[in-house]
């Protein structure tokens, strides 16, 4: 069984560009949560989609978007990139059944770079 | 609002030793709790679980963590620490059962260095 999917794996910006990240979950999860992880502030919640509705939302700022598509592939966009945004982004998925109890499997992230 | 806390940001142990990363954990209710293990420039992958039961929780690869309620701890262990597993390791609690399954909050990490 495939594991969950993030296109680009690197990609590298310019300050005030805007970013598409992909994600695949395993076949099957209808659940997609995204996180941003970087070295001074760990891993953060960004959002989460299920059944192609936003379910839940961190404290972003509004220039994080997300969408979840019919087939459960999500993408998320970050508009005017700042250096900030520079993280690893991950994706993680999950069925009905193990989001009961909190277990997400992980894809292995899209390395954004801003200069 | 729930928390967890990993005091030590380094920890090394010799290959064949006991090893012990340290979590705390703050939160209203009942807490769930897991442990994730990230490898370098990969994803996080889940170890174990507490939700409910036996204090002591068997995860993957020979891991083990103890649920203390009293002392608010889900310290991870293993008998006998093997170089591989040399890697981050993240304590995650998952927010109030009216909360969603999927945001959980997490620890900074804790760096695992088994030194052979």
């Known amino acids: 069984k495939a594991g969950v999917t993030q296109t680009p794996r690197y990609l590298i910006k310019t300050r005030g560009q805007q970013v598409t990240l992909s994600c695949s979950p395993i076949s099957g999860h209808r659940s997609v949560s995204w996180y941003q992880q970087t070295p001074g502030q760990g891993l953060q919640f960004l959002f989460e989609y299920f059944s192609e509705t936003q379910r839940n939302k961190g404290n972003f700022p509004g220039r994080f978007s997300g969408r979840q598509f019919s087939n459960s592939r999500s993408e998320m966009n970050v508009s005017t990139l700042e250096l900030g945004d520079s993280a690893l982004y991950l994706c993680a998925s999950s069925t009905p059944g193990l989001a009961t109890t909190g277990e997400l499997f992980f894809g292995e992230g899209s390395r954004l770079t801003v200069l | 609002a729930q928390s967890v806390a990993q005091p030590e940001d380094q920890v090394n142990v010799a290959e064949g030793n006991p090893l012990t990363v340290k979590c705390t954990y703050s939160?209203?209710?009942?807490?769930?709790l897991f442990w994730y293990v990230q490898y370098p420039n990969r994803g996080l992958q889940f170890l174990l679980k507490?939700?409910?039961?036996?204090?002591l929780v068997k995860g993957s690869y020979g891991f083990e963590a103890e649920f203390n309620k009293s002392q608010t701890s889900f310290h991870l262990k293993k008998p006998s620490a093997l170089v591989s597993d040399s890697a981050l390791y993240f304590c995650a609690v998952r927010p109030s059962p009216s909360g969603s399954a999927r945001q959980l909050t997490f620890g900074s990490g804790t760096q695992l260095t088994v030194l052979p």
């Open positions: 939160v209203s209710g009942n807490p769930y």
């Open positions: 507490y939700i409910t039961g036996d204090n």
